[in-house]
C-alpha cells in the first residue's frame, strides 16, 4: 500500500531534475547573499610566544570584498537528499587585526594592521526536506566548507616578519571555523526563508476572497531521482470552514517526468471549490441591454421574433433584465473528455409591464444543464471550451398577460440557453478567472506551453517555466 502520505492528499507538487536545474541557476545568487549577509564576529585571543611573552590579538570588524562563485551543481539522492555543490568561491575578506604584548605591569602596547584575506572555498550542501505541523522544513546542516586557498595579506610595509608567520595559520584557523559557522547558519537561514516564501506565495495564489485552499502538507516531501514531490491537503477553506476529506487516490504513476512541473489536483478539491463558490453567492449573473438582445435575437429565432415580441409587449431591452443563479453547488465530473459540470439554474426575466415604468417578472424557468468544458492556457489567458449542452427545463412560469404556450416557450428559451446562454456564462468564467490569474501575478511567470489534462478524478497542470526573476527578486528584497 502507498505510504499515508499520498493517500490524504488531494494536491500534489513535482518538480522535475530539469526545473531544479533551472532553479540551480540562481543558487549561486542565493549563496552569494549567505556570503554577503552572513555577519563575521569579532574574534580575540591571547598567545604566549617564546621570548616574547604573552601576545593579545583580536580580528575586528571582518568583512567580506568581491566575491565570485564559478558554478554549482544539484544531485537528487533516491529517498535521500538534494545535494548541492558550489565550486570556487572567490572571496576576500578585510579586517583589522590589533596585537600587543601582555607584559608583567599589564601594559598592553596594542598595534592595529589592516589585513585581507584571499580564499578560495568549495561549498558542499546535502538538503534534507523534512515537514513539521504541515510545513516543509529546509535542513542544511549538512553544510561543508574546504579550503583551497587561504591567503594573508597585512597592510603595507608595517608587517613585521614574525607577524605574518604567527598570525597566518592562527587566523586561517579561526576563520576557516567562523566562516563554516557563520556561512552554513546563513544559508540554513535563507533556505528555510525560501521555502516559508514558496508556501506563502502558493496559498495567496489559490486564495479569493473568503475561498481559500490549505495546502499544508501531509508528510516530508519525497526525494527521487529524477523529481522532488510534496504531497498538499488540498482542503478547500471557506469563511474559515474547510471541507470535508475523502481518499484522494494520489499514485506517483499518474504523473510523468516530461514536463519540469506538475501540479496534481484530486476531483474533490474543484466540488469544494464550485461548492464555496455557490455558498459565497459567485455562482449567479444579470443580463440586460445590449446581451439580453444578443439572446433573444439569435440567428435560429428569426422566424420567432414575433412571439418574442409578445414577451417584451414592446419593452426595450435596457429597461429588462434577466437574473440568472445555480440552484445548488454544481457538480464537477473530471474525465478523460473534459471537465463536466452539471449545474441545475434558475433564470428570472423581468420586462415592464406596459412597455415602460418598472419592470414585473414576466417568466421564470429553471433547468438542469449539463455542459462538457475543456480548458487552455494560452498568451497568459484561459480558455474554456464547452461542449453542445444537454438542457432539461424542470420548471416554467409565466405572467399571465404572455400569450404564447408552454410547447412554444420552452422551445425558444431551451434555443436561447443552448445557444447563447452557457456561451455567455462561460466566457464570463473565463474573463474572471483569467483576471483573478493576473490579479495574482500568474503572468509574471515565464510559463512554457501550459498543458491542463483532465483523466477520471483528477486534473493536472503540466508546463516548462523559464526562472521566475522577479520572485527571486522579490524574495531577496523583502526577506534580507
Ligand atoms: C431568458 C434569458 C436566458 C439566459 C440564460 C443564460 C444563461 C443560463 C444558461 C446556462 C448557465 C449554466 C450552465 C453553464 C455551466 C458552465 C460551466 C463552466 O464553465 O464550468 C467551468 C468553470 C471553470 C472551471 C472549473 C471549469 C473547467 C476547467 C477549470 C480550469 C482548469 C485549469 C484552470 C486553472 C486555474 C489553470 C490555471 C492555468 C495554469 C496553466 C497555470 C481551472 C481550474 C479554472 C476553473 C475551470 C469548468
Redesign the pocket.
Known sequence: AEPSSYSDASVVFRMTKPAVLVLNEKTAHVIQTAFQHADYPDIKGEKSVRFLGKIAYGLKNIHIGELTIENTTVDLKEDDTIDIGIQNVSASFQGTLSYGYVGGWLVKLIHSIDFEIESSIDLQINVKLLSDDGRVIVDTSDCYLTFHKLTLHLQGDKDPGWLKQLFTNFISFTLKLVLKNQVCKEINYISQLLADYVHETSANFLKDGDIGVDISVTASPAIKANYIESHHKGLVVYQNHSGIFHDSAFTPSLLTDSKMVY?W?SGQV?NS??LAAFLDKRLE?T?SGEK?KE??EIEELKTQQEIVQKIFRGASYNDSL?K?W?LDP?Q?ILQPE??I?K?S?A?E?SVPLQGEGPPSVA?Y?E?E?T?T???S?MQKN?Y?H?SE?M?EIKKLKRAAHIAVNDETLKHI?EK??SV???R???SR?ERN?SSL?SSKG?DHFD?ID???V?KKGH?I?Q?DFGFPHHLLVEFLKTTL
Open positions: 501540479f489536483f474543484l471549490v464550485a449573473l443580463l439580453l439572446m433573444f434577466a440568472v445555480s454544481p464537477i473534459g471537465t459540470v449545474s439554474v433564470v426575466l417568466l424557468f433547468k444543464v455542459v468544458v475543456q480548458a492556457y484561459l474554456l464547452h449542452a438542457i428559451l436561447i440557453v447563447a446562454g452557457i455567455e456564462v462561460v468564467f478567472i490569474l500568474l510559463i501550459p498543458e491542463i483532465t486534473l497542470l508546463m
